[in-house]
């Protein structure tokens, strides 16, 4: 398998930009609907987009 060809196709099928979202607690990183941390249960989040 080639990895920058699947780097690419991945790149080109995903829309708008990337969001990061990073438990301000503990520094979990949550999935994209994350609204509380999994780890620590803290619901403050900082998000982060990277266009
Ligand atoms: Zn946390």
């Keep these: 398998m080639n990895i ?20 301000r607690n503990c520094g979990t990183t949550l999935s994209d609907d994350g609204v509380e941390c999994p780890n620590c249960g803290s619901t403050s989040v900082a998000r982060y987009e990277v266009p």
Excluded: H
């Design 4 to 23: 920058a060809g699947t780097l690419r196709q991945w790149l080109s099928k995903r829309s708008g930009p990337l969001v990061i979202q990073e438990c």
